[in-house]
Structure formats: structure tokens, C-alpha cells
């Protein structure tokens, strides 16, 4: 039997609050459980922005908006995409997405585990979101069978010969390296027959500067406690990034720094060097 990975949805309240009190999402995302997780941490994350230049919700805002901008660069690219979000909680992202491209060129899942993606169903459903070309599904990526595994999910929702981009954000980190590069080995395996097979997290990587390590470690541990469980710092760099992903089935594997767009996006500026990455890696390019 799978882990249980349950106490990974807890989170979800938090990011939607912040997502909210951003301009990125809407009123009915918004839980009691987010706004007082929030103004829990709130003290915390200013002391540490004022004394090590980095704060979570910084470190949010930035992994968001930049894999936003990466999927509006596909769309460009190919005229047409299917997304599955993994673990997508109270993240508004589908539906900011499916209100900008309302037809048939961008087919959106999200899913989650499946208490949290009956909660989120039901949200979207309730608002009137819902329809063929944007569904809410349960799914367990540590399941290897069954309805509710990776594999059974995108061989019955997606067409191979349309590009796919599967994104898990806020995921990774909670799970130990050798769990998370085997659901990844998975995955590229499950993204191979597609025309274009894209793979989109963030991860926090591990800091080579002094604050750095030190920010990320306390982060780590807030995270712990609020997740109930541990969660890992995975590479030290980009290089041990990209080996790690070819290593796993990837082709080809892109690490975005979020510096690198502080000029041509509205994103969030660290005071330090960012220590969330946004990684792309791709398997197949199948245009003609």
C-alpha cells in the first residue's frame, strides 16, 4: 500500500491565503485555517527577511508567477496544451488560467489527493468553473496501480499527440530524495509516447551561502511542523540538478532562477540570492 501523504494538503490553506492577499486568487479560496496559519508565520518571515533577505511568501509569489509565465510560454510555442497540477490544493491557477483561455486549446486537470480534490471539486463546481476541458481528480503519485496513480490518470485524460505539461508545485520538498526521484522516473516514463512531455516544479535547493543555508534549514523545519512530517533539501546546484533529471528519463532539463526575470516580470525581489528554482525538463519534441 501507498504512504499515506495526507498531512501534505495542510499546507495548501496557508499558500492559498497568500495567493489571496496577493491579487492572485479570489475570496472563496480564502479558509479560516489559511488566514491564521498566515498571521502565525507573519512575524517569523519578516524577522527573516529583515535578518537573513529571504521570507516565504517572497519565495511563494516567486515560484508562482514564474511557472505561470512558463506556461504561457508553451501555449505560445504550441498553440495548444493539456496540463495536469498535482497536488493542486487552494491554488487558483487553473481557474485564472481556463478564464484567459476558455476553449478547447488549453485542457486543464488538477488534482490531489483525494479528500483535498472532492474539497476543491466542489469549490470549483459550486462557482460554476467546471466543465470537459477543466475537471478536478483524485491522484497519489506514490501509487504504482489503480485508478488514483499517475500512470492510470494521464493514460485516460490526455491525448498523446498533444503536448502535455504536468506541474507539481510546493510538492517535492516533502518527500525524501529516493521517493521523489523514483515518482519522477515515473513520470518521464509516463510523459515518453506524448508529442511534447513537460515536467514543472519548484524546489529549494541547497543554499552555498552561509544565510542562505541557514534560512533554508529554519524554513525546512516550519515547514515540518506545519506539514506534520519532514521535508528535504534535495541538490546543492543546477548542474546536480540537470544530471539527476537525465539521469531519471528526461531529455532535456532547464533550471529558472528567478533573478534571471526580475526585469521582465512582476515578481517579487530577494534581498540575497533566491534559493527556489523553477525546473522544466522535457522528454520529446515530436513536431513533425
Keep these: 500500500m501507498a504512504e499515506d501523504t ?21 475570496p472563496a479560496f480564502v479558509t ?15 524577522a527573516a527577511k529583515a535578518l537573513l533577505g529571504q521570507d516565504l511568501e517572497t519565495m511563494l509569489l516567486q515560484r508562482h508567477r514564474l511557472i505561470d509565465h512558463r506556461i504561457e510560454s508553451l501555449l505560445s510555442e504550441h498553440g495548444e496544451l493539456q496540463v495536469l497540477e498535482i497536488a493542486c490544493g487552494l491554488s487558483p491557477r487553473g481557474t485564472r488560467f481556463k478564464r484567459k483561455y476558455p476553449g478547447e486549446n488549453l485542457h486543464y486537470i488538477e488534482a490531489d489527493l483525494p479528500a483535498m480534490a472532492e474539497r476543491k471539486r466542489q469549490l470549483l463546481d459550486g462557482m460554476g468553473r467546471l466543465n470537459e476541458h477543466h475537471r478536478v481528480l483524485p491522484i497519489n503519485i506514490l501509487e504504482t496501480a489503480g485508478n488514483a496513480s499517475m500512470q492510470a490518470l494521464i493514460d485516460r485524460e490526455f491525448d498523446v499527440d498533444k503536448p502535455l505539461l504536468v506541474i507539481t508545485e510546493g510538492l517535492v ?116
Design 6 to 26: 495526507s498531512r501534505i494538503s495542510i499546507t495548501a490553506h496557508y499558500t492559498g491565503y497568500v495567493w489571496y492577499r496577493n491579487g492572485l486568487s479570489e
Design 32 to 46: 479560516p485555517q489559511g488566514k491564521a496559519s498566515y498571521r502565525a508565520l507573519w512575524a517569523a518571515d519578516h
Design 173 to 288: 520538498n516533502y518527500f525524501p530524495t529516493k521517493t521523489i526521484e523514483t515518482v519522477w522516473k515515473r513520470l518521464a516514463a509516463c510523459l515518453r509516447p506524448f508529442k511534447v512531455g513537460v515536467y514543472m516544479s519548484d524546489l529549494v535547493s541547497q543554499p552555498q551561502w552561509g544565510g542562505g543555508k541557514l534560512w533554508a534549514e529554519v524554513g525546512v523545519k516550519v515547514l515540518s511542523v506545519a506539514a506534520r512530517g519532514k521535508t528535504a533539501l534535495h541538490y546543492s546546484d543546477a548542474q546536480s540538478v540537470k544530471q539527476a533529471f537525465q539521469r531519471l528519463g528526461f531529455e532535456r532539463v532547464r533550471v529558472h532562477n528567478p533573478k534571471d526575470f526580475y526585469a521582465a516580470l512582476e515578481i517579487p525581489r530577494s534581498h540575497r540570492e533566491p534559493i527556489v528554482r523553477i525546473i522544466e525538463a522535457s522528454v520529446g519534441d515530436k513536431k513533425g
